[in-house]
Every structure is written in structure tokens, then in C-alpha cells.
């Protein structure tokens, strides 16, 4: 073969590698646009000079070569994860990750210290958590399955904190009890597995799930690995399988919209029959569905979220558990239209819900309103101190953070800064601090 064959022939293989770069095209600049405002509200945004793979994926660009990535679905200790809140965002940034949405099951406990420990990083949190619900069925051609929904709330986290919370709390109440039936059923099968070893491996205070109970499986030598824990006892309609108290699906959809949040359907390709499960979810308000994978994007699943006009988003689903079996944080490379259209529905909801939780507080300069405001934001709460002057200093400091200038453009905000503008920062002896770093 001659050099000019060798190098057409290697031009080629590039090529299906999918390895050829280009310059973005207008859709995907103003995207990209869209998105870094968004991504470096308290920063200066980097360069918008990028460049494209043949699926429309984003290169290196920015300072330093950073790519734009988020990750969408993780979890920590505070749910079933190895890792604790910090260390899943230590090991987001070492894998260049911009974003980072930690989605706990049926808890947002992790979040305060997620938050806390991406200042030291620049990383930007998405307040989220995973659902977990029960489809039921209403004809014949539906069957009864576990549907896990995400919630993605903005920097200021949920409205309606409370019932949020209370909503969650069953689900772990019955999470303990499911449990606790799963263990005395692997006792039924001959396998000793005791309740304390299951609640050890949780943690104090942390509901335990089918993943606590297999990894106590495999200490106790009852099994080889995780896989064939589940594969042998805990899968869906498994031997030692229990369902707990889970709402139904479209309760907690409902529940999502109205504490300000974007629920999405999480790794549909898990259920037994997605058709009517994603039909009747998005009647309840469900804005999107997972379909990218570590691996790429799911056509199937893709078609269908395009079929009833949802979202299509994805993350690595990261538990830390290591193995072949999971997708390192950051691996899901979204292109960054996806981006750009999750964001377009995200941010109109998370700044309505900035603006009531603002508006309440507005209304009744209360502690609990103010610890509202403080709870995921990036303040702190101090006894004593140089507070601020007045609740409007608190508003104009931790605005330019949650949203851009455009979106604080809004009379309605300028009423609440208006209300606030007498109202002094320290209620009851509590005063706030904010760090802008």
C-alpha cells in the first residue's frame, strides 16, 4: 500500500471512530452559550471556542482544556453509596466534572455537605434526589413495577421544604421496614444475615437498601460478589425481594412540580414494560427521561422520550461500588444541546421557585423562612458576627448566584427586594454571614 492509501485509509478509520473534529455549528454555539452563563454565574465564563465531535459531543475548550460536564445521578453515604457527600465531589472534580447533581435515594441529607465541599472545587450542585415509587397498574396490559424518579432543584432547593421532607421520610420509614423483611426472608432461605450487620454497613440514620443488605451478604461469605446477591436473592421478584411503603409514581411526579423541581424518569430500560409507565408519568407532569449511558445514547429510549416530548438526560447512575459493572462519575458525556434544552425547562421552574421562597421570606422575615433561603446556598448561618445590614444586602448577594441578570430582571423581584429593604438580616439572634466563595 502506498503513503497516500496508508493515509486515506487511516483518515477512514478515524472517521468511524467517530474521532474527526469540527468547529460547532450555530445551534450547538448558542447552546453552549445558554449553558456556561448558567454553569459560571459567580465566575467569568470561559471561551466559548470549542470544537465537536461527529455526534455533536464537546471537546476540551475553556481554560486549561476543561470540558463541560455534568453529572446527573450519583450517590453517596447518605443513601446506599460508598462514599461520603465530599468525597463524591473530590472524585467529581478529579474527573473534570462541572456540575454535579447528587441524587440520594428518598434523602437530601447529603446535599449541606456537598455544597460545602465543591466551594474548594468550583463545582456547581444541583440539589436532587431519587424517588422511589410503585407504578400500579389500571388495565391488563400494565403490570405493577418500582419506578425511581429524579428531582433537580435549583441552588436554593426545594419549596415546601417541609412537606417535601415529610413525603421523604415515609419512604425511608418503609424502606426500613422493607428491610427487615428482606433479611428475615434470606433467614427463611438458610442464610443467618443479621439485622445489625445490614444497619452497620447503612450508617446511623441512613434508611437501609437492597445494596446494604448485599454487601452484608457478601462480608458474611453468603455470596461471591454484589452481582450475584442480586442476581440470586434481591432482584425484582426475587426470592428474598420486598417491596415497602413507596407512593405511587405519579404522587411523587406531583409532588416534585409542586416543591419546584424537574422529575425525570430514571434508567427506564430497568422496567419490565416503559410504554405505558412513561404514558401515564408524563400526564402527571414528568419532564424528561433518562436515555444516555456511559456507553451512549439509547435509541430506543430516545425514540420514545421523543414520542411523548420528554427530556432526554443521563448520568452514571455512580455508587463507588467500583467493579466493571459501573460508570465512573462524569462518563456520560451529554452533548450540549442536551444541555442546553435541560436547562431551558430547569431554569424558568427553579426561578419561580427562588422567587416564592424569597417572596415568603419577604412576608415573614421569620428563622425558619431565612434558614430556608440558607439551607443548599452558598451562605452560612452564624450565631453572632457582622451581619448583614438588611434582608435586601442577603438578596443582592445570593441573586447573581442562583440566577443570571436576566432572569433578576423581573418585577416581581424588585417588590421582594423592595419589602426586604427594611427588613434586618437578624432575626431572634441569628445572623448571617455570606461568602461568595
Known sequence: MNNSNKKN??????????????KMTHEQLLAFKFVSEWVFLDRPSPSSSAVVDDFGVQKPLGRGGEKLLFELHSHSKSSDGFFSPSKV???????????????DHDTMAGIPEAVESARKYGIKIIPGVEISTMFSPR??????????????????????????????????????????????????????????????????????????????????????????????????????????????????????????GVAVLAHPWALKNPVPIVRRLKEAGLHGMEVYKSDGRLAAYS????????????????????????????????????????LKVARPIWCNAIREILGCYAEEPSDSNLATITRFGRTRVFKGGSPLSCGQDLIDHCLPLWLTSQEMENAEF????????????????????????
Request: with cysteine; net charge positive; proline share 3%.
Open 9 to 22: 485509509a487511516k483518515n477512514k478509520k478515524k472517521k468511524n471512530r467517530g474521532g474527526t473534529k469540527k
Open 89 to 103: 465531589v473530590e472524585k467529581a472534580h478529579t474527573n473534570g466534572v462541572k456540575v454535579l447533581a447528587l441524587t
Open 139 to 260: 388495565g391488563d396490559s400494565e403490570v405493577e413495577e418500582p419506578v425511581h424518579i429524579l428531582a433537580y432543584y435549583s441552588s436554593i432547593g426545594p419549596t415546601r421544604f417541609e412537606e417535601l421532607d415529610k413525603f421523604l421520610s415515609n419512604i425511608r420509614d418503609g424502606r426500613f421496614l422493607r428491610a427487615q423483611n428482606i433479611v428475615l426472608k434470606l433467614n427463611k432461605l438458610k442464610l443467618p444475615l443479621k439485622w445489625e450487620h445490614v444497619c452497620r454497613i447503612a450508617g446511623k440514620g441512613v434508611a437501609p437498601g437492597r445494596l446494604h443488605v448485599a454487601r452484608a451478604m457478601v462480608e458474611a461469605g453468603y455470596v461471591e460478589n454484589l452481582r450475584q446477591a442480586f442476581s440470586r436473592y434481591l432482584f425484582d421478584g426475587g426470592p428474598a425481594y420486598s417491596t415497602g411503603s413507596e407512593p405511587a409514581a405519579e404522587e411523587a411526579i406531583k409532588m416534585i412540580c409542586r416543591t419546584g
Open 303 to 342: 425514540d420514545l422520550a421523543d414520542a411523548y416530548e420528554l427530556l432526554k438526560i443521563g448520568g452514571s447512575d455512580y455508587h463507588g461500588k467500583g467493579g466493571q459493572n459501573e460508570s465512573e462519575l462524569g462518563s456520560v458525556n451529554l452533548p450540549v444541546v442536551v444541555l442546553h434544552d435541560f
Open 414 to 437: 424588585e417588590a421582594i427586594k423592595l419589602k426586604l429593604s427594611n427588613v434586618s438580616a437578624s432575626q431572634a439572634g441569628i445572623q448571617v454571614l455570606v461568602e461568595t466563595k
